[in-house]
Structures are given as C-alpha cells and as structure tokens.
C-alpha cells in the first residue's frame, strides 16, 4: 500500500468508529477550539516560518495575506468550531420512510458521508474550518493543503488530533497529507476505494484540474461568472446601489457580479448612474459597443473573451441586449451557474427570469453577493456547489450527509 | 461538433424548453403510452428483427428473454408511463428556505437536473421506463442502449418522440445514441459540456467500465454482494424462510442475497434448516471449512474470491462467524454497500447492525429482496443507488431532480 493508501484506510476505520461514537463528535470540536487557542504560540511560529518560505519564493502580497495568521484570526478559526460544535447533529434524523403495507417500518435516515478528501491552497484556516465541518456531520477528512503552508497546516493539524484523542475519538478522524507535490494530489484524486468524496476549494485552475482528473465523486465549487440583468422598468438608482455592491463590496469572492446586461431600452437612464457609482471604487468597465456609444472611450472594448471570464477584480463586463430573452440566451450560454439577479419592477419578467435562469441562485433586486450559507441560513458552509448532483449552491452540514434507509420487520418475505 | 455533440446541445436547448412548459409532461406521457400500444405491431416487427439478430449472433436465452418484447410487455410499459405521468410532479416543490433578517425571501425549490443520460443494455423496456421518469422529473434525455436492442429502441423512441410533439414538447427531450459502438459509449461518458450526470443501467462490466472512464458525474447503480448475519438469537424456522426467499426468488437481481454470515452459537441448529429449504431450489452453497463440517461435501468450498463475488445465481456463500463484531468485519470488507440483514430477537445487536453496516438498506428479520422504489414507497424507480452521493438506495423522481435558491428582495446589498 502507498502512504496515500494508508490514510485512506486509517481514515475508512476512524469513520467506523466516529458512526459508533458520534456522541463525542462536538466535546471534540470544543476541545479542539480550545486547542488551538492554547497552542497559538506554536502555530503562529509555523506559520512564520510558511511566510518567510513564502516572500522567498515571491509570493505576491495577495497570497502571503492569505496565507497570514495572527491571534485575531486563530480566536476566529476557534470561533468557528465552537459554531459548528454547536448545531444540531446532521447525522441520525429520519428525513422520510413509511410503513409497508406488510408491516416493515421504512425509516429513511441521515448518515456521514464516510471519508471526505479536500484539496485546497494556501490558507491555512480551511484546515480547522473544513475539519470542524466534516467531523460534525461525521466523516473522517483527509486534507491536502497547498505547499506554501505546510507547516501551518501540519501546525493546526496536530492541535486538532490531539483534541480528538483526548475526547476518545481516533485522531486519523483528521489527516494531512505531508506530500505537497502534485502527485499527491492526483494519487488522491483516484483514491476511490478510501474517499467518497472529493472538495476542491481554490480558484478555478485547481478546480479545473479536479474534474478532469478525478475519478472519486467531485463536488465542484467556486467558480462565478455571475450576471445581473437590469431589466427596462428597473429603479435605476436602486440598480447602480445593486450593482456596486455586488461588483466592488468584496470582487475576489465568487459571488461578486462579473456582468450586467442592461435592457436597451433603459441604457440612455440606467448607464450613466451604474458609471457613476463604479467610479467611486474605480471599476473598470469592458463594454459591448452599445455601451462605450454611451458612456464614452473610457470603457475598454469587450472582447468575445470577456463574456466567459471571472475577473475577480475590479472589471466588470457590460452588455446592452434588446429582451429578456436575449438576456436569457446570454445567460444560458455564458453562466457558471452560481448565482444572477434581474433588476425590475415587472412582475412577469421577475417570474420568467427565476424559473428559467438555471443557476444555484437566481435573486430579483438583490446584490448576488449573498449566495453564502451563512445569509442563507445554513450556518456554517464548506463551499458553494456549481454542481446540479447531491449539492447546489451553498454547501451547510446537511451537504456532507448521507442517507441509508433502516427497515425493521419480523420474518417479512417477498 | 461531432454527432454526440450535436445531440448534447439539442437536449440542453429541450431541457430549457421543458423548463419553462413543464405543465406539458404529464399529457405528454399519457400521448406516449397511447402510442406506444398504438404503434405496437411496428415496435413488434422491429423486435423481431432485433431477435433474429441476436439468435444469429449466438446470444444466449437468457438475453434473447430479456431482449424479447410481447403485447403483454409493450402493455407493461405503457401502463408504467401512465402510473409515472399520475404521479405528483417533482419539480417546483419549495423544500426549505428562510426569511433574511433584512427582509428577503429565500426559497429553496427542486428543480430538473438538466440533461441525463442513460448507458443500458439490452433491455428495450429501460428506453420507455427511463424517458418516462428522466421526462417527468423535467429533464431531457438522452439514451445510449446495446446494440443487440438498436431497432426496438429506435422504435419506440419514435413513437414517444411523436407523442413529444403532439403535445407541443420538443421531440428531442427524449433522444437515442444511434450508433451503438464502444466509442459512442466512451464520448457520451465524457459529454461534460451537455450532460448533468450519467446513470449506467446494467452488469458490473458497464457500471465498472462507466466510473473508470466518464469524466460526466455518474450515480453508481445496481451491484449487490448483499449480506445476511444469522445472529444467535434467530428464530431458526425464520431464518430458513427468509434465506430462501432472499436467495431463491429471484437470484438475478441485485437486491438478491449473494451470503449467509451464522454466528457459531447457531449454526448447529440454523444451517441444516437453511440447506434443507435451499434444497427445495436447488441452490448450491459454497461454504468456510465449518459450514463443510456441519453440512458435509455436498458444501463447495469457498474460496476468497467467493466472499466478493456477485453471484447473481443459484448459489450461495456461507459463512461461520463467532460474533457479531466479526460479520459487521466481513460485511465491512466485502459488501458493495447495497442491502444487508441481520436476523436476530437481540435488541441491542439489532441496533448495533443497524448503526454500523453502511450499507443503502439495513433490514432486521426481513429479506433484502425489498429494496426497491415501488416496494419502499418511492413509485418508480430508475435504479439502485450504491453510492452514497446525490443519491442512496432505489431512485425515484426526487432522486432526478436538484434544487435551487430563489431570493426575491427590494433593494438589499451586503
């Protein structure tokens, strides 16, 4: 057996028993909290050697930011896990059955997925994060972060499965894979008999590479090419106060707006105030030639490119169509999916575009910025799925569940 | 785009289509099992040809029986669209949700999950079944069946895909692969652009073949190397009868039981009661040195690739174990995470089966032989899940949709 192998099958028997003792499950998140609180000092110690490692090889600002701890963030990974310790447990809640007409009770219960892979990149705060949310709903996780905060990670890591065993529970219920390089983490993307499921989290590159090489059960997350139509009876102030939110409130984030196509009819109106309110943060807008018509030489001309692509910055992509449906089309084709709003006061319009957008979430006059299973009520989330299959949009506890059914009967036959 | 591609994207622009005139599907399969009986002696005509084929090319019985279709069977699948076009549509259903503190709907509602294709056989009855379901649920479909099957499922495509448009639906929500080579199977596995999940229906080859090769997500179905422990405290008689039927009554089916674990206290008593009944159908057992001894020769002697076989025949593994934690071991390494049944007056070791084997159904005294969506409540079903992804067990409607968010709100921003 490689050492990939091995985890696989420690984590496989540590998901055994965590189905057992899964009483013990949020006494070991709190611990765990508590843990990484009282060994600060040590993970932050790591975690300056991970920076220095980092400005050497020359790491932009971006990353080494992200790549940062300090006590504030350390109390809020804490923080985090006594959150999620103290939800209710997702595992064991009958979501359905029914007695047969023999007398078999059918009892349609939640159970842990089993053993959850996640291959993610250099911050280091998903470890705590996804292992709270994985040994929450159950599951043994096996963690393969990037190599920029290897020891960061070994850091939180260890802290955790100390809290495990303390509370009784196996440590391999959380693992990290020691081998940053590539091969490790394609040996884990085929590691099928060990994982039910793998969750990349990072940018579109890694997720990219997840899919097309994976042969374990894929839950795509992240990536947001998200539009927001303002629609001909739009309040145009209210779409220029939309709009900046969801482009410039936070533009690294998936669910920032990375389109607007506006109805021709309300461009003359609707433009120059959209304009007026990017300014303020300096957007850069790519627009169609309808668009530069009216808003001037200061709009980069939009390439074919530009309907696909996810800035994540301050650019945004703009489009005057002459429908809804010309929207729609736009949308069909261009989408990843993740999340669109239509800007408008026409009833029918608001209907047509919530039925027939296909996207994790469609909103009518709101900023898209609030797919995030925090505003969605949810809790916690370990990613929002741009996936039709088992998870759509943001991904709570309830997501990393299962179900089995339990049929009770006394000598029933068919 | 090659022929496949073309296909995709025809479904894609159907599945829109039924998006927005979902209230179409259900007179559109009541039309399409009156054609498919109207049109009877046509698909007849064809399945004979299909037959004289297959004769010609040596294939056995027991295929040209499943490849066979009769008035009675075309009535079959007729009345199976018309009891799958009476059911409740499962698509718009609000199935969670929360009102925002600042004051936004948030509703969450099952949607279609898009476009699904199906890999089967030689079964023409999985053409009319299949598009019936992946058609109620909202979705288009596209179908891949075996080649011995080409000219009855051509058949009967075309006389669904008629019924498709009379009741004002796009033909091509259902579509079938006309060429039936290896390749077709290996591009459709890997249509990522077209294809929101791949459901492979039939033998352990083609499902093995599916998940090797598809880049599309897959939902596992149908291999069953299912378990029942005979603990201590079984009521012989019991366990004889539920044996039998779980073994006998069908062995061909993957709901089927494939092994027999006994714990020692009981196999004295038990296995001569369970070979006495298996007798009555002829069945031969391959059996551990113990069961031998109790038994006599007549027992096969199992070999370790006994324990991971799917026998799908009129055989049987048998198995003495000394406790229950040794057959919740064996089940562990051996099953494929179908069905298994504990036989038992035990409370708690009922219970400590029920928690632990992880397994899609977990029977106490009954037979494995129910799991199944007509038998566990769910209508139909297009399979049996063995994964633990998306979905679990028998797959019906709900198990063919996904969901979205809807948020409707009045100016929010974050």
């Known amino acids: 057996m490689t050492e990939m192998e091995q985890m696989g099958a420690r984590a496989k028997a540590a998901a055994r028993v965590l189905a057992r003792e899964g009483a013990k499950k949020s006494a070991a998140l709190f611990a765990a909290a508590e843990a990484l609180t009282a060994h600060q000092e040590e993970i932050l110690a790591e975690n300056r050697l991970d920076l220095a490692a980092g400005r050497e090889a020359g790491l932009t600002e971006s990353l080494l930011d992200r790549l940062a701890l300090s006590p504030a963030r350390i109390a809020g990974m804490a923080e985090g896990m006594r959150a999620v ?3 209710p447990d997702p595992v064991g809640r009958p979501v359905g059955g029914t007695t047969h007409p023999n007398g078999m009770r059918i009892t349609k219960v939640t159970v842990p997925l089993g053993v959850i892979g996640i291959i993610f990149e250099a911050r280091p705060n998903v470890t705590a994060d996804a292992a709270a949310l994985c040994l929450k709903a159950g599951n043994a996780v096996i963690l393969r972060g990037g190599k920029e905060a290897i020891r960061s990670n070994r850091s939180i890591t260890a802290v955790i499965r100390g809290a495990l065993e303390q509370a009784g529970l196996p440590a391999d219920c959380v693992q990290l894979v020691q081998d940053t390089s590539r091969a490790s983490a394609a040996e884990m993307m085929n590691l099928t008999q060990y994982l039910d499921v793998l969750i990349p ?3 579109a590159g890694l997720i990219r590479a997840v899919v097309e090489q994976a042969r374990v059960p894929v839950i795509q997350t992240g990536a947001g090419n998200c539009h927001i139509y303002v629609d001909a009876s739009a309040d145009p102030d209210q779409a220029a106060k939309i709009i900046l939110n969801a482009k410039a409130s936070r533009p690294s984030v998936c669910n920032a707006c990375e389109k ?18 990017l300014d303020t943060k300096n957007v850069v807008i790519h627009g169609c030639p ?14 074919e490119e530009d309907w696909g692509r996810e800035y994540l910055d301050y650019i945004l992509g703009v489009r005057v169509v002459g429908s809804l449906d010309e929207a729609l089309e736009h949308i069909a084709k261009y989408s990843t999916g993740h999340s669109e709003a239509i800007l408008t006061q026409d009833y029918s319009a608001a209907r047509r575009f919530q039925q ?9 006059n709101a900023s898209t910025r609030f797919t995030d299973g925090g505003e969605f009520g949810l809790g916690a989330e370990i990613g929002i799925s741009t996936q039709k299959l ?4 943001p991904m709570g506890l309830e997501q990393l569940t299962s179900v089995k059914y339990l049929i009770e009967g006394d000598g029933q036959i068919r």
Do not use: M, N, W
Request: glycine residues 8%; positive net charge.
């Open 356 to 364: 027939e957008v296909d996207s994790a979430a469609v909103y009518v």
């Open 290 to 303: 309808e668009t530069r018509e009216i808003l001037g030489s200061c709009v980069v001309p939009a390439t």
């Open 260 to 277: 607007v196509l506006v109805h021709r009819a309300a461009a003359q109106k609707v433009l120059p105030k959209i304009k007026a309110a």
């Open 85 to 87: 310790a103290s939800f």
């Open 390 to 393: 088992h998870a759509r949009g």
């Open 201 to 203: 989290r990072g940018g």
